[in-house]
C-alpha cells in the first residue's frame, strides 16, 4: 500500500506588511497556500491576527525574529542584542558569531525568544510551528532554547530545511558559490537539529524546500519541482507580497508577486494533486493524528 503523501506550502513573514499580509490570504483563499509564520514584533501584526482569527483553516506558526527586525523587548532588557532603536543586526552572520561566543547574550536570547512566544500566545491562535527569519532558529543556541521551551508553550514542529543541492541545481544553477555554502551549513545544522528534536519528540518535515530559491520560489521552480519530490511530508516555503507604496519590501524587487503568482497557480496545484500530495497545515495534520490514535 502506498504511503500518504502531504504538503505544507507556508508563507515566511506574515505580519512584516499589510502587502504581506494581503498576499498571503490571497494564496490561502484562492491558491494553494495552507500555512503561515507569524512575525509578531513586524508592523503590521495586529492586522494579521485579525486575518488569521478570520480563515481558521490557515495554519499559523512563529517566524521567530532574532536578526533583520525588531525585538518584542525593550532594548534596557536586551542590550547586547539590539541597537538603542530595538533593531537586530541586518547580518544573520554576524549575529550567529555574536550569540556563539558572547555569553552575554545567551540569557538575553532566552528571554527575547520567550517573549516573542508570550506575544503569540496572547493571540489566542493556535501555534502550528515555529521556524525563524533568515532561519536564524537553526542556530544550535537558539534551537535548545525551543526545545527548552517547547513544553511550556506547545511547539510540536519546528521547520529544519532540507533540500537536495542536485536536484537544485538542475532546476536553476544560479547563485551557484551560495548554494554550495548554504548546502554544507544547513546541512550540518539540519544533522544536528534532527537529533536534538527526536530527542524531544518534537516534529518536523522530511523535506523542505525554499533556501536555495530564496527569492525565486516561481512556477516555474514548483512544476520543475514537484514531479522530482521523494518524500511523504514535504514543506515548501516561499514569501508572497503585494507591493504597497510606502511599505517596505521583504525580499528582492518583483520577488514577493512572483511567489504569489506561483502560490496561486492552477498548474501548480494540479500538479501537486497529480504527484498525489494531499494538501495540509502541520496544525491540521497533528489533530488528525490525535484523532486516530483517539
Not at 109 to 134: W, Y
Not at 248 to 258: D, I, M, Q, T, V
Request: with cysteine; proline share 4%.
Amino acid at each position: 500500500m502506498q504511503a500518504q503523501k502531504f504538503a505544507i506550502i507556508n508563507g515566511d513573514d506574515f505580519g512584516f506588511s499589510h502587502g504581506v499580509n494581503q498576499a498571503i490570504i490571497k494564496a490561502h483563499k484562492e491558491g494553494v497556500l495552507t500555512s503561515t509564520s507569524l512575525m509578531v514584533t513586524g508592523e503590521a501584526f495586529d492586522k494579521a491576527v485579525d486575518l488569521a482569527q478570520a480563515h481558521p483553516t490557515l495554519g499559523v506558526g512563529l517566524h521567530l525574529v532574532l536578526v533583520c527586525g525588531r525585538a518584542a523587548l525593550p532594548p534596557s532588557q536586551i542590550p547586547h542584542l539590539v541597537d538603542d532603536t530595538g533593531n537586530f543586526p541586518y547580518s544573520p552572520e554576524t549575529s550567529g558569531l555574536r550569540y556563539q561566543f558572547n555569553r552575554s547574550t545567551h540569557e538575553e536570547l532566552q528571554r527575547e525568544i520567550r517573549a516573542q512566544l508570550e506575544k503569540f500566545r496572547s493571540t489566542g491562535l493556535r501555534l502550528s510551528h515555529v521556524d525563524g527569519h533568515l532561519h536564524m532558529h537553526m542556530h544550535p543556541l537558539v534551537l535548545r532554547i525551543l526545545v527548552e521551551l517547547a513544553d511550556e508553550f506547545g511547539i510540536r514542529v519546528i521547520r529544519l530545511p532540507h533540500e537536495e543541492l542536485g536536484m537544485n541545481l538542475r532546476l536553476e544553477r544560479r547563485n551557484l558559490l551560495t548554494k554550495l555554502v548554504w548546502a554544507a551549513v544547513f546541512g550540518g545544522l539540519r544533522r544536528y537539529g534532527e537529533g536534538l528534536l527526536k530527542s524531544k519528540g518534537i516534529g518536523f518535515a522530511e523535506r523542505v524546500y525554499g533556501l536555495l530559491q530564496t527569492g525565486s520560489v516561481t512556477e516555474e521552480y514548483l512544476l520543475g519541482l514537484i514531479p522530482q519530490i521523494q518524500a511523504n511530508l514535504v514543506e515548501i516555503y516561499s514569501h508572497p507580497a503585494i507591493v504597497i507604496a510606502g511599505e517596505p519590501l521583504n525580499g528582492p524587487s518583483g520577488a514577493g508577486e512572483a511567489e504569489l503568482a506561483a502560490t496561486l497557480s492552477g498548474q501548480v496545484g494540479k500538479m501537486l494533486t497529480v504527484k498525489g500530495f494531499e494538501l495540509t497545515n502541520f496544525d491540521q495534520l497533528l489533530r488528525n493524528t490525535l484523532n486516530r490514535v483517539g
